[in-house]
């Protein structure tokens, strides 16, 4: 009885869930980014500018002049929300005002609003990424490094800025521009690191067709830590969960989500959750943590497990409901490896990567079975694995919904 009862409150949550996903989808195709900057943000990237002195023509910006060595000369302030290509950085549109000289100096730059995942875009603006734009001709940019762990975002903010600036160039202040190169998609999916994660995820997935993988799987959870973790930073988790149920994949400007987004719902559907059984870089660690503290293991019972494996369906509804109905983007950023594979870990996110891999040293994956929503996704996606068997030796295989000790 108390198990039809569990089993009612997760469809109910799960359907509750998917409902908040439908109405915060249809919101925000009805809620813009504010686009228009304040006075005193305009003024902070183009002194002078007035908000009432709008062009639209040719393009839409705010006129502006600049002293240099006692020269006067032409500049204009413009939002990247108002010109083509839309800034998309890793999730979602982000707004930025910049000001820019008739040389193409660019003289100021400012956020004015943003929907990015708040995880990569403080990256961006902890690692001063931000201030090394000003002070750079437009067409100078590409040189700048983008930042290790939020390239995409780091990225098309780059790019944008670049077009936006070119353009003001030739409409605004009537300068020939050479002819940028544009991008191709192919060119963007034969990246090394598209290639390497590719390499990675295709070696994961061929462990799924042999019986004994004991020495291989360790090796190939030891690439993930390296390449997926530590060197790309893009394990599969909420963000990329969420974005995808918004229906918001950007295929020509996110081609990691695209590879590891793909490989994972694709996979899982067909095989059950291979992403945890042998590719997730946090689940390399807790297996080497419940391998290390083999001999202290505890022996929690079967019902004390069946319990524990419930609070993952908690922390997954908890974050959509946090992150879909109330906007709390920082919703998606619970999970430990968000912590432990970025540039700077903070003391929240320390303890939290210490509990969860102090828990794995005395019960085998202690995080990935009870807490992780993201487990708790593909363990969704894996519901057909009693028709299946492959897919029911994918689940098996993760350990994520096992009762064994």
Not at 143 to 171: C, F, N, P, Q, W
Not at 302 to 308: E, N, S, V
């Amino acid at each position: 009885m108390a198990e039809k009862i569990l089993r009612f409150v997760k469809v109910a949550l799960l359907i509750a869930g998917l409902t908040l996903i439908v109405i915060s989808d249809l919101r925000s195709r009805n809620k813009k980014l504010r686009v228009y900057p304040t006075q005193a943000e305009l003024e902070s990237v183009l002194p002078g500018a007035s908000v009432k002195n709008r062009q639209a023509r040719p393009v839409p910006h705010y006129p502006g002049k600049i002293e240099v060595d006692g020269q006067s000369k032409k500049a204009a302030a413009l939002l990247t929300a108002e010109l083509p290509p839309k800034l998309k950085g890793f999730t979602d549109e982000i707004n930025i005002l910049f000001a820019v000289d008739e040389d193409g100096k660019i003289l100021g730059l400012r956020v004015i609003s943003s929907r990015e995942t708040p995880y990569y875009f403080r990256m961006v603006r902890n690692s001063g990424f931000l201030d090394k734009i000003i002070g750079n001709n437009f067409d100078r940019l590409g040189g700048l490094k983008a930042v290790s762990g939020a390239s995409i975002s780091s990225k098309a903010i780059l790019d944008d800025i670049r077009t936006s600036a070119g353009l003001a160039m030739k409409e605004i202040f009537h300068r020939e521009i050479p002819q940028a190169q544009s991008t191709s998609v192919i060119s963007l999916y034969l990246q090394p690191r598209i290639i390497a994660l590719a390499v990675v995820l295709l070696l994961g997935f061929s462990l799924s067709f042999f019986k004994s993988v004991r020495t291989p799987k360790w090796v190939i959870f030891g690439l993930s830590v390296a390449v997926i973790g530590f060197w790309l930073k893009t394990p599969f988790s909420l963000p990329h969960i969420f974005q995808i149920a918004s229906l918001q994949v950007p295929l020509s400007s996110n081609p990691y989500l695209v590879l590891l987004g793909g490989f994972v719902i694709l996979t899982t559907i067909f095989s059950g959750p291979l992403w945890c059984a042998y590719l997730c870089p946090y689940a390399g660690l807790q297996e080497l943590a419940g391998k290390l503290g083999k001999k202290q293991r505890w022996r929690p019972s079967l019902k004390t497990i069946k319990a524990g494996r419930e609070l993952r369906w908690l922390i997954l509804f908890a974050a959509l409901a946090l992150y879909f109905s109330f906007g709390v983007r920082s919703a998606a950023e619970i999970e430990p490896f968000f912590h432990l594979f970025s540039n700077k870990l903070t003391a929240i996110g320390l303890v939290l990567v210490a509990v969860t891999l102090v828990g794995g040293f005395f019960i085998p994956r202690f995080w990935c079975r009870f807490f992780c929503p993201t487990g708790a996704c593909l363990i969704l996606l894996s519901s057909h694995r009693k028709f299946f068997k492959r897919v029911a030796n994918g689940v098996e295989a993760s350990r994520i919904d096992s009762g064994d000790n």
